[in-house]
């Protein structure tokens, strides 16, 4: 499987961005998906998970209420809706995939790295 993320930009605070990762691949159905970013001089984050199905879904707790991780099997793609964004959303994000799980289980599952889409949240 291979993934490739897109949709990041520039937007205002307050604002709204919609990023795809796109997958090849006949068995990205069976994975479980995440979103994470990674913002300067700073760790890698987990930001978002998604279960096989669908079914389960997890948040990082500043996401809750204002991101929404979402998953189309048919079209192999994972999205991430991003409203009511923030300076501190400011980060280049990855999409990844556990190829061994169905569900979201920790970032050093995630054996499987798209490339990044950076987005930034001016103030």
């Known amino acids: 499987v291979q993934l490739q993320a897109s949709g990041g930009g520039l937007v205002q605070a307050g604002g709204s961005l919609r990023l795809s990762c796109t997958a090849s691949?006949?068995?990205?159905?069976?994975?479980?998906m995440g979103w994470f970013r990674q913002a300067p001089r700073k760790e890698r984050e987990f930001v978002a998970a998604?279960?096989?199905?669908?079914?389960?879904?997890d948040y990082v707790d500043s996401a809750k209420g204002r991101f929404t991780i979402s998953r189309d099997n048919a079209k192999n793609t994972v999205d991430l809706q991003m409203n009511s964004l923030k300076p501190e959303d400011t980060a280049v994000y990855y999409c990844?995939?556990?190829?061994?799980?169905?569900?979201?289980?920790?970032?050093?599952?995630?054996?499987?790295w798209g490339s990044g889409t950076q987005v930034t949240v001016s103030s």
């Open positions: 990844a995939a556990d190829p061994q799980r169905s569900y979201y289980h920790s970032l050093s599952g995630m054996s499987i």
């Open positions: 691949g006949r068995t990205f159905s069976r994975y479980a």
């Open positions: 998604i279960s096989w199905s669908g079914g389960t879904t």
